[in-house]
Each structure stands twice: as structure tokens, then as C-alpha cells.
């Protein structure tokens, strides 16, 4: 038998693995000028790192026996082998900034977890965010300049440049000077203050030079229905914690608006009637969303019937006119908003047009609750873009020749917009500025590498302008420029660090070295926020919006076209984190099939997995259906940012691309195709089946109930009848409570586990065959009928029981108990009986039925050193994140200092839903979350005594509308 | 017909099947036994290194405390190889240019890190973190052997998992006075502590070391 | 040879002869010896016998190959999943061990009651026991995740200083599949010396002498070695009859120590016993009836057999039926709203199929032998054994599959597909059983001519 001293097979987690120095440049060419260079610190790092790189790529064979050390020529300076270190910087959405803080091992980031100082994350973080460590290991990313898609040399490049120079901003003519004329430049939304200095330089250098901002899920409409309003540019930003009623119109609040963190942070904090008095949230949309799942009462409009709503809201709250027509709901939730004058507020999403946000303004205003419930601020953005320098603009510009030069800087317009390939022939000189090379780098002339956020100087202000300093954790791991020098060599301003730029922004607030180290550390500059103006409302915003007023063609079908909630407006495109977190919703991966309604598919004789072919105009798409229950009746939609050409190994191909059907004129049509259906990947098999009884698993109930009876939702108690000894308590009993009032269903923890434990992705076909491995899933429970039901998440995880059944039926005892209550699993010891996971009631244990983590796109280095990598016919299972907590232990035991124990899912909720922790100290959050009257373990008929419990779910009811 | 046997026949057929009773009874004791051997636990073994380093110069010589090199053994998981750096501080004065010492050098000047091979290892899949161990009164030499005496760097130990195992369910024999940790040829005598008396100083035995969470992730 | 294990009996009692009259332990030994030894020189195995065999290793070829990918590949390539963890492999198994447990019944069991007709069924029977053990001994290791550590179920001192984790039930299913293995062999083994003998002192040609002679182990057949033979054999009987039934609890025990819908149920280790036997008498019945003209046993074999038989057949599968039952009865008398809804769905789910198939072929038909002339028709009886054998491994598919696929938890509901890897593992263990049989037919006596003699009175 093998010895254990020998890795038997199993379990190869990545440690330091070492390569010699000519090993090194042999794999990674770039390296031979690194190791000529003098070392700081972060090329240390990278040292190391890509020693890590190519250990790990060739040690994929598990636990080689004897790998090397390799010990650096100067030890980096902050940096112990196997003690991790964290730095601040942000993540930037579409020009907003959400606080992050990157976890190293090894000078290699290996996580990301919210930034507390930051306002946009207060310690949360997305979904997005928590995968940029893949994003920033992706070996898909840019390595070298592009010519038509071509790689070409960095010397063609600048030749390239200096022609542009010479012809487009170089004065021609001594007679007249055209500098910069048919020079543009196309960025995204634009909130850093250094970049916009770096492009007002260059717009002063080249006085006839345009610079456009367009993002392709935009949101301009928000923006001029805050011109129109108020007059001038202005963003209005909510307090949830102040507002008691809160009506929101096809909203995002909680699921994507710039700062949905903070506000789903906010919102969650009245949502617990054990720990405060509740809000009441009304929902009112087309098509499911977390906001609607998240309401008390949500309300099924189609885009026509919702400005009927609006309409009829506007006359009622504006010129006081008594509800009259409309749904029956209109009139109590008209009538619950004038009750909470000041408290109330509305919330409308970014689709709807301009003037509609001019009156949801008007009635805000109306309902009193501006300084309170909302507050008017300056916009965060430095130049607020307008219609005049949109995508749009540009286009005719390029199709009439006005334009010569175009910059293209890290926004990806061909995909987005399919006519602009075409114009793009009209442009002499096109230069794409991105980090990977996606449609538009290939489409135009010339690609100049950047590189990855994370490895770059810069800064951007989130949702209420905060600024966040953005540092690189490393240095560039594929080459790429930093995105403000390759902009200023571009149009041959003379070239300075980056980092010189981004200091010299804020000389006067940070002055001294050691505020600007002080700012590094904690991410954000103090004080930075927006100031709040007393722009006042504009008379012609407050007049009645009649549903005329803003026309829309009542066609049936409508098909409503929404960014992917993970994949966003593509980006992620080659991220398979994001490709197989189940949608909230729909609980699909890997593809995006068309959401239709329950009655649609009835009328059509649709099944999930369909096909269909879509036109409208000149787009054309074949697609499979699946069935969204409580999506509005004639309504289809369909997720943008699928069907990618050039993501990488990962995204090309995956999904549908919708884009083409944004601007397209006409009916949509939509045709059953004749061939068979295409099978979709679903975590989630029982997707149809509608409970009419209310869950017992997901429990639930109305704040009336709850007046009622405090433990309504606790059921009866069922007396301990184990004959078994209940295991005897060691020094502390880890336990976890999970509210289900605060879960929004975000999957921000799911995403977060998986960055933390090495789990493996295991590709569609693997999901369509039920292997999918996330130890953290969030289930979804419908009740009531298809059309309307009420939806519920219940995040399920290993319960830890304390008396597990998985542990008694193991043969090798590769499961055990542990004496803090963990449920143990080790992998080296599993021979993959599966016995376990049969026989565990929540079926939250996976098993690798193939060598998933081995098969993975993604370099070594980028797993968590401290978790075991699965190998092949092993079980593996939630473990309460156990590396934290033997850290924890290790350092107090050592130190004498009490470390907190934070496990990643619990860091990662950005609504402070997970409570973690010793379940036997009073003290602690969890114990109180226990105690709470709504506490109630899952299915406690099988004698499991959980770990975990849930709080069971209250929804705040207005009673003048029955359900 | 004649018969198909001679007598002989019971004696070759009793032999045989005690023959092949023998072979698996013995083949089954050497399957168990191997595991067991210095041998496959390659004991004893030194390991060809860039450089040959010699503990027993350094530290019996020169009286280098080991935590001159493994410089994060009290703070980390890992106890650290030195950099080249720590190598060059001495070797920039003396023995600048002796020849075994030609990789050193060449990693310092070519800035080119030095590869140095495991002597003792561990599975991947054991979280062994040194700082611990250091921290509660294990010594290296309970792991390392006397390492003051090896020119060349062997595995002194065993470390299969019942090694760990053995120290895990019984700690206070392993365990010395915080000053001779890093003494590497420490040996008990009559002014040491009891067992008894170093567990309760070092606060060991408050909980179980046998789970399988203290060393498996 | 005047002694011998059988029990005087009138050999004519009851409707039919147990022998044919006109048998003499001269012309039984004759007959058999000639068809084992063929001393003519003729044809050394007859057409239908090479066909066979010929099918039987294609099949075995299949099964190897399955095995081979299954080693390299992994897991992955069955389609078991994440709510169904188990699926053909488990199955096969239990439906093989169940199979295997008709010849100990009526080798063993019947010796003990001194039942007269066993004497002519039991080396057939037994033989068909440890072909079927063989194959149900593959499964507990094929489904392991990582089958190279296997051994790890044993315990052995290893430098990991860990034993086995003695509260599962598949450690006692180890050892309870190694013992049954074990005796069983033993059993038939010990049962065959004396024919291995009677073989040995017939055979004309040098190297069966030496074959049949190294396998007697020079089993003379003096009184001493008589004086010794009846009570040991006497005591494996009464060794393997509680075995038998110990194996099956255990296996039922797989599940009932399982806390799956379905699953969880102290009724399963009786019920699993009931199956057993049922599907033992039919693998005999089936094997027996082609196998009774093709061997020529039509005067050792009689209808009197079959009848009896047939009524084994009946009797288990009222014992079946009441198991069936009893499982409805206990599921709804219970209060596991989650076993109510799982039943359910064996009722009119996706599996329903299954459900019925397993109550009509184990229940339905075998009632059919109620009538004496159903049992002697060999036309119909045979297709009833084939059925009840589908419908046991429908019994277990239903118990394994269907339960695990509906389990408590709604979001973890799903379902499970076999694929060709799965199927072609089954067929590969159906030729593995074939080809043993086939050859233990060959070079072995299908007939106890020992016990047969006894009971025939004296011999020449």
C-alpha cells in the first residue's frame, strides 16, 4: 500500500513549486528583462508568482513528490512565505467604484472581499467582483499588440502612432492648423478624476478633438431625467434606512444600480421585525428580479400596463386626484405612499425614458422625503455625458469620414453595437486600448494591450462619488500598458508613470506621504464624497405624465432585452465562475435561452429547451425558450452579452448573442423551429413544480402573523428521541445562522465559496448531467400558480449536523465529527463510496466524477494555497471554510490574541445575512440570531440537529390588498 | 491401468499447499511491513542540493541559530528558505570565491532565485505549520533530527501519519523549555520539567490533536 | 461404497418418482461419468455448449472492455449523479448476491430439513451460487471513486495508524460477502470430493487422471474418510444456512442504515431475504429446464422436482407480495410526509414503469403456479423465472434509483440515466456467470453422484 509520506494520488494543493531560472524564462519569455532588472518589491512578487505559475501548471500530475523551494535573491520586503497579506484597491463597473480588498499568498491575489471604509461595498461585495481573480489569471487576456487582429511589434505600433500623429494633430498647413480635427476618442462612462484630467489634456492639446462616452448598458436615460428635472446634472441617491415604504417601478435597486451594495445593504436592515420595525417594498415589473423577489407585495406589469401605472400614479400624487381605473393594487399602495409622506420614495429602473425619471422625480419631491429618504447630489461622473457625444453622434460622424483617428479605450462597442463595424471602415486610423482582445480589438487596426485592473494605477468615485484609489496587486502578469500612459503615448503627449499621475490628482487632499499611504491602505479618500445642491424641481418635470406622453408600441409580443446579471453586457464573458453561477431566476448556466411567460408557452405548446427562431427587422436568432413563472403576460426576454466572438477559450460561442435585436425596427416574431430542442443546463430540476402549500423548508409568513405569534414560524418542537449520544462539546461550537429576511438571492456567497475553496467548474455537459459542484447553493421555491407566484431563496450549505448521517455510514471513516462541532471531510482518505451523499437529507455534498479542478483553464497559482484541490473520485462538501478557522486557532493559540473567524460566504453578503460564529458565546451575533424567535432549523424530522438555521422570512403585507 | 499416483504424490501435493499457504500469509506481512521501512520512508537520505550546505559547520561550527535562515519559523506556517541575500551577508567577506559556493554567487549577480530540494516533506494535502509546533515547545530536532550533525542535510524521521499521530495523542514527552527549541541535540535530564508540568505551561491538551481538522484541509 | 451423506427415503414417494425406477447407482454413475468424461473420444463438448460459451465470452469481452474505460476514465463516464449517487452498480450487485442465494438455499437449507428431492438439484444449484457470487463480487469494488484503495475497508495495521469506521454498513457487507464467498466455496468444494474421486478412478485418459486426481485430494473413499466426511459436511450445511441469511439482512441493512426516503426501514433486512430466495429458486428453475434434456438428467431431474420448485417459486413470492405490502402499509402508517410524497412518485412518477413491472413479474405471474399443470408446463414456467428475475432487478432499481431521486429535499430532486457503459458492465457480468456455469458443466458433475448413490441404495 502506499505510504501516506508519498502523496498518494491525491489532493495536490498548490505550494511553493520551483523551476530554475532558465526553466522560468523558458516559459514565461517576458521574464528575461524582469531578471535583469533591479528587483522592488512587486517584481519580487511576480518572481515569485510565475515561479508559482509554472511549478503549479507542470505539478498539475497531483503531489508530485519532491518540488523544490525557491528561495528569492532578496527576501520582498512585507511579505512571509505562507502569511497572507491585504491590500485595498477597487473594482470599476461602467465608471462606478466598489471598495475591494485583495488577499496575497506568495505576492499572488487570491481574493477579493469588500472593502468596509468603501460606501459602495461597506464590506460587501458582487458577484463580479468576487470573480476578477479569474478575469485576472484568465491566460485569454491580451500579450501583445494587434494589427487587424494580428499580432504585430510594439515598434509597428509606435510607427503606427506617430503616422496618425502626423496626419490627424500635427498642423498641416502653415496657413490653417487642423490639430486633433477627426481625432476622437471613445471611452466609457468617465468618473476617475485622472483619467479625465489625462483626457482634458489631451482634448486641450488638440483643441479639435471629441471625446464620447457611451457604455452599452447605459444609463442616460437616468441621467437626463435628472437634466430635465432638476435642470442640470444631478444624481439622486436614496437612504433606504430612512424610507417606509418604497415603490419600486421595474427596478434594479438591488440588483445592479450603481451602489445596489449600499442599498440592498440598507434595505436589508428594516427587513428583520425581530431586530427593528420593517419597510415595506412594492414591486412592480415585467419579468422577475431580485428586487421583485425581495418585495412584500410584487406586482406583474408589462411595459405598457407599467406607464398606465405611472401615469395614473403621477395624476394622483401630483395634482392629488383620487385613483381612479387602473389595477385594483393601485389605489391602497397610492394611498400607503401619501400615508408616509417623507418616508416614502420611488424608484424607477434605467430603461424607461427620460421623462418618465422626470416624473418619478416630481412625485419623490411630492411625497417630501427629499433630505431624508433621498438626497440631490452633484454627479459622480467628471464630464456628464449628453446626447450630443454618444455612440450615435459618432457613428454618423465616422459613416460621413469626419473622423480619422478613433481611440477606442476598454469598452467594447462591436460587439455592442453591430453597425459600427461597418463604420469603422470609413476610419482611416482605429486603435482599440484593452485588456483582452475582444470584437472591437480585432475589428479595428490596431490593439494596444492594457493591462488588467488589477495590475494598474488609477482611481474612480463609486455611486456617491467617493473616490477609491486603485493600486496594482502585481505586476502585469501578460504585459499590457497602464490604460492613462498608453492613452497619452497614443496621441504623443509626453509619457509619465502612472502612479505620478494619479499622486498629482490629489497633491492638495493627500499632501503628505503618509496621507497618500494612508489612502492606499484603507482604499478611499476621506471627504470626497458629493455634495448634496439645492437644484430645485423644474416646473415642466412635475406635470401629469399620461401614458401618451411617452409612446410605445402596445405589439404583442414585447421582448424586453436585460444585461446578463453575471456576464453583464458581456465582459464576462470568458469567466466560468460567472458562466455557471445559476441565474437567480431562471437557475440557468451556459447559455441564454429565451425567458418566456407561463401563458406564452400554454398558447405555443413550448417546453423548457425549445427552439425558436426570433426576428425583428434584420435580426434573426434561434434560440431555446425556458418558461420564467411570473413573468408579465406577452413579454419575452432575452439576456444580453451572450454569444460571444472573441472572449477567449471559455466564452466564444457560449449563448445567444441579442444585441442585434436593440435597435431593430418592427415586430418581433417569434416562430416555433422545427428541429429539436436543445437541451439547457439547469441546477435547479424541479423548476416547474409550483408548491400551492406554503414551503416547509423555506418557511415564511406575514408581519401580522408575526405580531400574532413571535415563533409562529418555529413549528412544534420535536422531543429528543436519538439513542444516540449527542457528541460531547469541545472548546468552542461553531454554528451559522442565515437570515432569510436579509438574502436577496444575489449569489455573491456562492461565487465567494467557490473562490475560497478551489472548487472546480465543470462545464455544461457536466451540468446537464447533475454534477455541478458548488458546495453553497441558493435554492428557489415557488408557491401559488405559475402566472403569480411568490418566490423564496434559502441558501443551503452543509448543515454540519451534530448528528450527521453522513458520518456513520462512511467506510473509511473519511467523515468525521469534530470536537467544534465540524463536520470534517478528508479528502485523502474518501475512496468515493458515495454512501455519504445518499444518505445526507440536504444533499449538499459533491462528488468529482471526473478530475474537474485538473481540467480547469486557469493557472495554479490562481487557487487558495490553504484548501486541498480535489483529485479524482473524492466527496468534498461545505467545510465552514476550516482553513480560516484553523488560522484563526493557530494564531490565537500562538499569539494570545482572539482572532475573529469570518467564513467567505459570510464575508462576501453584502446585506449581512450570514451570521457565523462560537454558538456557546453569548456575546456572539450568532447566538442572538439563534435565539430570535424566527429561528428554525430544516428538516428537523430527521433528527439532524443543524448547525445551521435559518430565520424564517416575514414579508410586511399591506392588508388592504389581499393576495 | 495403472494407478495415476505413486505415494509420493500426497507428500508433493501437501507441500504445495503449504507452499502457496506460506507465500500469501508472507506476502500479505511484507505488503504491511514495507510502509514501515526507513527504507521506503527514505530515512537516512541526503539529497543532492545546488549547493552542498552543511548544517554541521554552520550551526555546530558556527553556532548559527536556525532561525538566522528559517527566519519565519516563529510567525508562519512555513519555517522559509533563506534568500540569497542572507548567503551573500557572510560570503561577500569570506569565502568569496570558494568554488562549491560558484551558485550562490551566480544567483546573487545574475538575480536568478536559488532552487533547493525537499528533504523533508510532507503530503500536500497536510497542513503542517511550523510556528505551532515552535510555539507550544516542539523542538526542530524532534522532526529534523539532529541537524547540528549532518554535513549533509538527510530525513532523520519517519513522518508517516502515525509519527504525527504518536506525538498528537501524547504531546508531553516532545515537548522541552522554551529555551533549547532550537537546541538541536537537547536531550531530557533531571532539571527538566515533567511532561506533565510543560504541558500545562504551554497551555497543551485543551483540546483533542487527534481530529482530522488539525492537520487536514 | 455403502455409505454416504443422503438419508434412506422411499424413492417413489409421493405423486411423482423422485428417480426414475429403473436408476441404479450403476448406470447414474455411468451416465454421469461418460457425459463429464467423455471416454468415447467423441466430440469434446457438444454444439450447443460451444455456442454458448462462444456468446458468453463476447459478452465477458464487453464487460472487460467497459471495465478497462471505466478504470481510465473515471466515474464520470456512468450516469450516476449528484442526487443519485448509486446506480447500476449497486443494483447489479445486489441483484447478482440475491441470485446467488438459491443454491445455499436448497443445498444447505434443505440438507438440514432432509428434504429428499435436494439431493438431485443441490450441485447444480450450488454451482450456480458461486458463479453469481463471482459477479456480484466485482460491483463493491467498481463503484468506488478510487477503487486502488479498496482495502482500506480491511483492517490491517497500515502506518496511518486508522482502522475502518465499524458503524457502516458497507464494512459489514464486506465482511459478510467474504465469509458467504468463502463458505460457499467450501461448501461445494467439500460436497464434490467424492464425485472428484469416483471421476478420478473412471477416467481413461492420463491427464484427466491427474486433473480429476490433484482435485480429489485423495479422497478415497475409506471408511475413515466417510466416518469424517458426513459430519463436516453436516456442518458447513448448518453454517452456510444462517449465512445465507445474515448476507441478505446485511444487504438490506446497506439501505436500512440509510437515512434516504425510501431507504429508511427496519422492514428491509426480512424483505431483502424474501428476494433472495425468490430470485434463487428462479435462477435454478431457469437454468434447470434447458439444461435437464441437454444433459440428459430426465431420470435424476423428474417433474417432481420442478413441481417443487415451482412451489418454492410461489411461496417466496407471497412472501414478496407480503414485503410489498407491508412497505405500502408502513410508508403511509408512518409520518414521513417525505416517504408519502416518494411513494408517489414510484406510483405515478418517472419511474412508474418500474414500479408496476416489479409488481406484476414478482407478483402477478408467479401465481400462475398455483396450478399443477402451469408448474409441469415447462413453456410457461420458464418465462415466469425470467420475468421474476427482471422484476427483482426492476425491485432494485426501484428501491435504489427512485428513492434517491426523490428525496427529501424539493430542490435536490433529479433523475438518472444509465448509459452504454452501464448497460454494457451488466451484460458483461451476465457472460461472466455464463462462462463459469458453462465451464463448472463441463469438466464438473451436474449430479451429487455420491448422495444420489446413497439414496439409491447400494452401490456396485
Known sequence: MPPLGRSGGADASDRLAGLSDDELVRQFPRLEGALSHALDRRRTLRLLALALASGGLKGCDPGTPDRGFVSAVRAAEGVVPGVPNIYATAHVRDGYAEGILVTHQMGRPIKVEGNPAHPGSRGGTDVMAQALIHDFYDPDRAIGPLHHGMPASWQDLTGAMQRMRSTVMAPRRPDGTRSGTGLRILTGTVTSPTMGRAIAQIMQAYPGAIWHQWDAIGRKHVRQGGMLAYGQAVSVLPDLTQADVVLALDSDLLDSAPGHLAFARDFAM??????????????????????????????????????????????????????????????????????????????????HPPEVHATVHAMNEALGGRGRVFDVLEPPEYRTPSPVDDLPTLMEDMEDGRVEA??????????????????????????????????????????????????????????????????????????????????????????????????????????????????????????????????????????????????????????????????????????????ELPRPLSKVVWDNPLLIPPDLARDMKLRNGDVVTLSQGQARARLPVWIQPGQASGCVVGLLGWGRQHAGATGDDVGT?????????????????????????????HATIIGTAPSEIARHGTLEQFRGNPAFLAGKQEPDASLYRRPPDGPVAW????????????????????????????????????REMHWLRIDRFHEGTPDAPDTFFQPMLCMHCEQAPCETVCPVGATTHDSEGLNVMVYNRCIGTKFCSNNCPYKVRRFNYFAFAQHENRPAISRNPDVSVRTRGVMEKCTFCVQRIAQARIATDRDGVAEQV??????????????????????????????SPLSYAALPEQGTYPRVTYEGRIRNRNPDIGS | ????????????????????????????????????????????????????????????????????????????????????????????????NAEVLANVRDSFLRNVPMTWQRVTNVPDYVYFNHSIHVAKGVGCESCHGNVAAMPLTYKARTLTMRFCLDCHRDPGPQLRPAESIFDTDWHRDAATPTPAALMARYHVGGRNLTECSICHR | MTRGVGMDVDVTQGNDPLIYPQETPASLTERVCVATLRPDGGMWAPMWWWMCLGVALLLVGMGAVSVAWLFYAGLGIWGIDWPVAWGFDILNYVWWIAIASGGTFISALFFLLRAPWRTSLNRLAESLTLCAALCAAIFPILHLGRPQFFYWLFPYPN????????????????????????????FWYFGLLP???????????????????????????????????????????????????????????????????????????????????????????????????????EPYVTDRHVDVLGRLLLTSSLCVAYAYVMDVFSTFYGPDQADRTMFAFRLHGLYAPVYWGTIILNIVFPQLLWWRAIRLNPAVVWPICLGVLVGMWLERFQIIVTSLAHTQLVSAWGQYTPTVWEWSLLCGTIGLFLTAFLLLVRFIPMLAMAEMRAMLGDGP
Not at chain 1, 482611481?459 to 501578460?478: E, K
Not at chain 2, 504491511?32 to 548544517?55: I, L, N
Not at chain 3, 502506518?159 to 466455496?185: E, H, K, N
Request: neutral net charge; proline residues 8%.
Open chain 1, 657 to 685: 448573442d441579442l444585441y442585434p435585436f436593440r435597435d431593430a425596427p418592427g415586430p418581433l416574431r417569434i416562430e416555433v423551429a422545427k428541429e429539436t430542442a436543445i437541451p439547457v443546463a439547469c441546477t435547479e430540476h
Open chain 3, 159 to 186: 502506518t496511518m495508524g486508522l482502522w475502518a469506521q465499524f458503524r457502516s454498513p458497507l464494512v459489514w457487507d464486506f465482511f459478510a460477502i467474504l465469509a458467504y464467498v468463502t463458505c460457499s466455496i467450501l
Open chain 2, 1 to 96: 491401468m495403472a494407478a495415476p499416483f505413486t505415494p509420493r504424490a500426497n507428500v508433493i501435493m501437501t507441500t504445495c499447499l503449504i507452499g502457496i499457504a506460506f507465500v500469501v500469509i508472507s506476502g500479505c506481512m511484507v505488503w504491511f511491513a514495507w510502509p514501515y521501512t526507513d527504507y521506503d520512508r527514505r530515512v537516512g537520505w541526503t539529497v543532492e542540493q545546488a549547493v552542498p550546505f552543511s548544517h554541521q559547520h554552520h550551526v555546530a561550527g558556527l553556532g548559527l541559530d536556525c532561525r538566522f535562515c528559517h527566519s519565519s519559523v516563529e510567525r508562519s506556517a512555513q519555517a522559509s528558505m533563506p534568500p540569497t541575500f542572507t548567503c551573500m551577508t557572510c560570503h561577500s567577506q569570506i569565502w568569496t
Open chain 1, 735 to 770: 454554528g451559522m445562522s442565515i437570515d432569510l429576511n436579509a438574502c436577496i438571492g444575489c449569489n455573491a456567497c456562492v461565487t465567494a465559496c467557490q473562490v475560497e475553496n478551489n472548487i472546480p467548474v465543470v462545464g455544461r455537459d457536466e451540468v446537464l448531467r447533475q
Open chain 1, 270 to 351: 428594516r427587513r428583520n421585525p425581530v431586530r427593528g420595525t420593517m419597510n415595506r417594498l412594492y414591486a412592480v415589473e415585467a419579468t422577475p428580479s431580485l428586487t421583485g423577489v425581495a418585495a412584500d407585495h410584487r406586482f406583474i406589469a408589462s411595459p405598457v400596463m407599467l406607464d398606465e401605472v405611472i401615469g395614473r400614479l403621477s395624476a394622483g400624487l401630483l395634482q392629488d386626484e383620487a385613483p381612479s381605473g387602473g389595477p385594483e393594487w393601485l389605489g391602497p399602495v397610492m394611498r400607503d405612499l401619501r400615508a408616509h409622506r417623507g418616508r416614502a420614495f420611488i424608484h424607477l429602473g434605467p430603461d
Open chain 1, 406 to 579: 478613433l481611440l477606442i479605450v476598454d469598452v467594447n462597442p462591436v460587439h455592442q453595437v453591430p453597425r459600427l463595424a461597418a463604420a469603422l471602415r470609413h476610419v482611416p486610423t482605429s486603435i482599440t486600448l484593452a485588456d483582452r482582445p475582444h470584437e472591437t480589438a480585432v475589428a479595428t487596426n490596431w490593439h494596444v494591450p492594457l493591462a488588467h485592473g488589477m495590475e494598474d494605477w488609477g482611481d474612480a468615485r463609486g455611486h456617491d462619488g467617493t473616490v477609491a484609489l486603485i493600486q496594482p496587486q502585481a505586476m502585469p502578469l501578460y504585459g499590457g500598458m497602464n490604460a492613462l500612459a498608453a492613452l497619452h503615448a497614443c496621441v504623443g503627449l509626453p509619457l509619465r508613470p502612472a502612479i505620478d499621475m494619479v499622486r498629482a490628482t490629489w497633491r492638495d487632499l493627500l499632501p503628505s506621504q503618509r496621507d497618500w499611504h494612508d489612502a492606499l491602505a484603507t482604499g478611499v479618500i476621506a471627504g470626497t464624497a458629493c455634495r448634496s445642491i439645492d437644484a430645485l424641481l423644474q416646473p415642466a418635470a412635475s406635470r401629469v405624465a399620461s401614458p401618451a406622453s411617452f409612446p410605445r408600441s402596445a405589439a404583442q409580443p414585447v421582448l424586453l432585452l436585460r444585461p446578463d446579471p453575471y456576464l453583464w453586457d458581456g465582459r464576462g464573458a470568458n469567466n466560468p465562475w460567472l458562466q
Open chain 3, 195 to 297: 464425485d472428484l474421486a469416483t471421476l478420478r478412478d473412471r477416467a481413461q485418459r492420463r491427464w484427466q487422471q491427474v486433473f480429476y486426481g490433484v482435485l480429489a485430494l485423495g479422497f478415497r473413499g475409506s471408511a475413515r474418510q466417510w466416518r469424517h466426511y458426513g459430519p463436516v459436511y453436516g456442518v458447513l450445511a448448518a453454517l452456510m444456512a444462517p449465512l445465507v441469511v445474515s448476507v441478505h439482512s446485511i444487504v438490506g441493512m446497506d439501505f436500512a442504515g440509510g437515512a434516504a426516503t425510501g431507504w429508511h426501514s427496519t422492514e428491509f433486512p426480512p424483505f431483502f431475504v424474501f428476494g433472495a430466495a425468490l430470485s434463487g429458486f428462479a435462477i435454478v428453475l431457469l437454468v434447470l429446464l434447458p439444461l435437464r434434456p441437454a444433459l440428459g438428467l
Open chain 1, 902 to 931: 469570518v467564513t467567505a460566504c459570510q464575508a462576501a453578503c453584502p446585506t449581512r445575512a450570514i451570521s457565523f460564529g462560537d454558538i456557546h458565546d453569548p456575546a456572539a451575533e450568532v447566538t442572538r440570531h439563534k435565539a
